[in-house]
């Protein structure tokens, strides 16, 4: 099966400005997730959707930070205005349940100048 | 508060040398552990986990992991180390019911030829 797939691999972008990061699911997965990793800390949670639905968006930053799932099968993560503490490592995860363990992508280096 | 701990940030052994990472986590509720991987330029494998049951998991590429409940860890071993083993690795922990995830900050292991 196709793995959880995330675009772009890197974006440099300058403060201010807008970035959308995409996430593609491994089909059939309705659980998503997006964590974050800032340089040499710990990965950690923003948000989940179950299908479209967000069911726990504890972890989101502040409101800079949006995130849909269109039609319970990708998902966007925008930031906007993006801010320097924004430059991170942004992965996305799929699984069908909790028990199994989380599928990752390969993540998406935010860089914000 | 819910936390993991790996207290290593580089390990550095040569290649044939056995190998123990580090995890310790602070958690109310019964854990599920979790270790993974980041090779460099690919996302996060899972390489074993653990909810219930025998306390010594085996994992994929020869990987194992001990759950010791007394000492609060699941340290990750390996009996003889690869060169392609280099990498970093993460703990994480979970509990019966909920999809969230708390990383440690991660350990980098370096293998010398």
């Known amino acids: 099966e196709a793995g959880v797939t995330q675009f772009p691999s890197h974006s440099v972008i300058e403060k201010g400005q807008t970035v959308t990061l995409r996430c593609d699911p491994i089909s059939g997965h309705d659980n998503l997730y997006w964590y974050r990793r800032v340089m040499g800390k710990e990965i950690k949670f923003l948000l989940h959707?179950?299908?479209?639905?967000?069911?726990?968006e504890s972890g989101m930053p502040n409101n800079r930070f949006l995130a849909e799932r269109t039609g319970g099968t990708y998902s966007t993560l925008k930031v906007q205005p993006a801010e320097l503490e924004d430059s991170g490592v942004y992965f996305c995860a799929s699984s069908q349940d909790y028990r199994g363990g989380y599928t990752f992508g390969s993540g998406t280096r935010l860089t914000v100048v | 508060a819910q936390s993991v701990t790996q207290p290593d940030i580089h390990i550095t052994v040569s290649e044939g040398a056995s190998l123990e990472l580090r995890c310790n986590y602070s958690y109310g509720a019964t854990p599920y552990l979790f270790w993974y991987v980041q090779s460099p330029g690919q996302g996060l494998q899972l390489l074993l986990k653990?909810?219930?049951?025998?306390?010594l998991v085996q994992g994929i590429k020869g990987f194992e992991a001990e759950f010791k409940r007394s000492q609060s860890s699941f340290n990750l071993r390996k009996p003889s180390v690869h060169w392609s083993d280099a990498a970093e690795y993460f703990c994480a922990v979970g509990a019966s019911g909920t999809y969230k995830y708390i990383f440690g900050t991660g350990t980098r292991l370096k293998v010398l030829a």
């Open positions: 653990y909810f219930s049951g025998d306390t």
């Open positions: 959707f179950v299908k479209e639905s967000k069911q726990d």
